[in-house]
T-cell receptor, first 114, second 113 residues
Framework: DTEVTQTPKHLVMGMTNKKSLKCEQH?????MYWYKQKAKKPPELMFV???????INESVPSRFSPECPNSSLLNLHLHALQPEDSALYLC?????????????FGPGTRLTVT | GESVGLHLPTLSVQEGDNSIINCAYS??????FIWYKQESGKGPQFIID?????DKRQGQRVTVLLNKTVKHLSLQIAATQPGDSAVYFC????????????FGKGTRLHILP
């Protein structure tokens, strides 16, 4: 199984809502990532978890809160988002970290903030 | 930072011809490089990778070439098919050897019938 799954596929939320994005992999990968992607741009790294510990936070605003409950699951909690946060949110996993392994991406969650 | 417009570089190739997508990477200390393909509405998909101790690697219908002297990476796709239509990103692991992969800006491959 080389699949990374993400739910939901689409999400529309108001600026006062709280929602969560979920990501799951069963490849035994020990590194998991959240990326944000705007149209016609490359994925932009937000967070990295390595062995269930947060190893990188790319100065992401606190309205985005990541969580790694176990080695297979990654969540992104959203609160008080702005319309400019509308984007495709991608989860990825890799066998290890240190930038030495390919990342497997999920299909993404298309987020619209109204 | 660099200003990036809304237009991706586009390569138009006749179906059946070979495609060559180029990428200039930024860090001479990078030692791992990856090509990803992203189709519309999907996440990036791993195509092929290469480590800095190699200058060429071949997969099924794809070849990656690495020129460390000029910090250049290329992806060659043989006998391009309509299903190859996508945005292609190169990525490198950068100089810090932290947990990041740094993506290039991307090239859209458009297949002409």
């Amino acid at each position: 199984d080389t699949e990374v799954t993400q739910t939901p596929k689409h999400l529309v939320m108001g600026m006062t809502n709280k929602k969560s994005l979920k990501c799951e992999q069963h490849m035994g990968h020990r590194a998991m990532y959240w990326y944000k992607q705007k149209a016609k741009k490359p994925p932009e790294l937000m967070f990295v978890y390595s062995y269930e510990k947060l190893s990188i936070n790319e100065s992401v605003p606190s309205r985005f809160s990541p969580e790694c409950p176990n080695s297979s699951l990654l969540n992104l909690h959203l609160h008080a988002l702005q319309p400019e946060d509308s984007a495709l949110y991608l989860c990825a996993s890799s066998q290890g970290a240190r930038g030495l392994y390919e990342q497997y991406f999920g299909p993404g969650t298309r987020l619209t903030v109204t | 930072g660099e200003s990036v417009g809304l237009h991706l570089p586009t390569l138009s190739v006749q179906e059946g011809d070979n495609s060559i997508i180029n990428c200039a990477y930024s860090n001479s200390a990078s030692d791992y490089f990856i090509w990803y393909k992203q189709e519309s509405g999907k996440g990036p998909q791993f195509i092929i990778d290469i480590r800095s101790n190699m200058d060429k690697r071949q997969g099924q219908r794809v070849t990656v070439l690495l020129n460390k002297t000029v910090k250049h990476l290329s992806l060659q796709i043989a006998a391009t098919q309509p299903g190859d239509s996508a945005v292609y990103f190169c990525a490198e692991n950068g100089v810090n050897r932290d947990d990041k992969i740094i993506f290039g800006k991307g090239t859209r491959l458009h297949i002409l019938p």
